[in-house]
């Protein structure tokens, strides 16, 4: 079992930042992957951006490239999203997913284990 927690929303103006982080604990020696994805009310869930546990290559959406970034701090089983240039269109609630077999990325269908949710809010 894999449990993830998600930290960082909040309430922010069009052009601001926020970081969310998601705190990983239990077998987290299992995973293999680690993504972000949203949900806007009335939206499908949709993929935000991925990264393995243990290499550099990074994804993104095209809705976020250049504003977003993912990151890891391995020692804290932590990963990250750094938002800047938000805008209102990207509200929503942020999830963190964790994969733990090597297979596709840009569904939800491919992760295992989900955090509970963290809101963002941009307002314009």
């Known amino acids: 079992q894999v449990q993830l927690v998600e930290s960082g929303g909040g309430l922010v103006q069009a052009g601001g930042s926020l970081r969310l982080s998601c705190a990983a604990s239990g077998r987290t020696f299992t995973v293999y992957r680690m993504a972000w994805f949203r949900q806007a009310p009335g939206e499908e869930r949709e993929f935000v951006a991925t990264l393995r546990w243990t290499a550099v290559n990074t994804y993104y959406a095209d809705s976020v490239k250049g504003r977003f970034t993912i990151s890891r701090d391995n020692a804290k089983n932590t990963v990250y999203l750094q938002m800047n240039s938000l805008k209102p269109e990207d509200t929503a609630v942020y999830y963190c997913?964790?994969?733990?077999?090597?297979?596709?990325w840009g569904s939800g269908h491919d992760y295992d284990y989900w955090g509970q949710g963290t809101q963002v809010t941009v307002s314009s």
């Open positions: 997913a964790a994969q733990l077999r090597r297979t596709l």
